[in-house]
């Protein structure tokens, strides 16, 4: 695969991820101790990251570096959502898990 390619598909993640979570380039720039500089330009997919950013950044993100760099969920993934499903009460962990079976019956078959 390209290379070029392959760093805008991360930056597309990132970007997607950092929005997802309701942050801004800056905020980002902070959670992660990069610059907003950096943050822009590996959302853009103009640079690629040394390991210790990627590193970094995937925590500000709350991703592994897997997702981050291939956009496959490993268990690292799994074991953080796994994390943040510990901080809810059992109702919310009960409605979570009816939102993801809605999900399941909704994309069943799909290959997204």
Request: with cysteine; glycine share 8%; hydrophobic share 35%.
């Amino acid at each position: 695969m390209d290379v070029e390619l392959c760093l805008k598909e991360m930056g597309r993640r990132i970007m997607e991820r950092r929005k997802g979570m309701g942050l801004t380039q800056e905020a980002l720039a902070e959670k992660s101790d990069l610059t907003t500089q950096f943050v822009s330009y590996a959302e853009s997919g103009k640079r690629g990251m040394r390991p210790e950013n990627l590193m970094k950044m995937a925590e500000a993100l709350g991703v592994s570096t897997d997702y981050l760099l291939t956009g496959d969920i490993i268990d690292k993934d799994k074991l953080l959502l796994s994390d943040k499903l510990d901080r809810l009460t059992p109702r919310q962990v009960r409605l979570v898990e009816s939102i993801i079976d809605e999900c399941i019956l909704l994309y069943d078959g799909e290959n997204c």
